[in-house]
């Protein structure tokens, strides 16, 4: 799989890939164990050290950046279902937040729901400015119905050779089901049709 993508100077690639068979009290799982996945890039920051009102360097070829994401996050499912998202950002000390915001717009993330076969809901996101191995928690939520409870997660990651100080690491998740035994009430899993959000 090519490493490169027009408009970024890409460094690295990672994936991340968890299985929990239980919840944190010991309980088998309640139907099928719960897989988490991640896909990060590590890009250089054209605007390290310098604010721009334009952001455009980052902005202007997000669909292509979205493009390998998506087929990346497949990779990283394992062949299990994708049905909630998320997605964040850490920027090196020598950026801004937002340099990390202009990498997770919708023109990036549209690509990435028509790889997983759709996706109606807005994506859940979050970010900060750190350095290399800052740990951070990527939230999740369905992918075709916001206010699908049992989804509500999160999944901790960190790179730890980045970001460097002039560097953005992006990153993508997503999980192949609910919570294990999620039993506060609200929307379920079975109250969503794919693609057209709830019945």
């Keep these: 799989m090519n490493t490169n993508v027009e408009g970024y100077k890409v460094r690295k690639w990672f994936e991340f890939f968890e299985e929990s068979a239980s919840n944190e009290m010991g309980v088998e799982a309640d139907g099928e164990p719960i897989a988490k996945f ?73 690509p990435v729901r028509k790889a997983i076969g759709g996706g109606q809901a807005w994506i859940p996101s979050t970010g900060k400015v750190g350095g290399p191995g800052t740990a ?30 002039d560097e953005i690491l992006v990153l993508f998740a997503g999980a192949s089901r609910g919570r294990l035994h999620a039993r506060l009430g609200g929307l379920s899993q079975s109250d969503v049709r794919g693609g057209d959000g709830l019945r």
């Design 38 to 110: 991640v896909v990060g890039v590590v890009i250089q920051n054209p605007y390290a050290n310098k604010f721009s009102q334009d952001l455009s360097l980052l902005t202007e070829h997000s669909s292509r950046l979205g493009d390998a994401f998506g087929k990346r996050l497949i990779r990283a499912a394992n062949g299990h279902p994708v049905q909630s998202y998320g997605k964040s950002c850490v920027v090196g000390v020598d950026g801004e937040y937002e340099h990390g915001n202009a990498c997770l717009t919708t023109a990036f993330a549209n």
């Design 136 to 165: 951070v928690d990527i939230p999740l939520a369905h992918k075709d119905a916001l206010y699908v409870r049992s989804h509500y997660d999160t999944v901790t990651v960190s790179a730890h050779d980045a970001p460097r100080a």
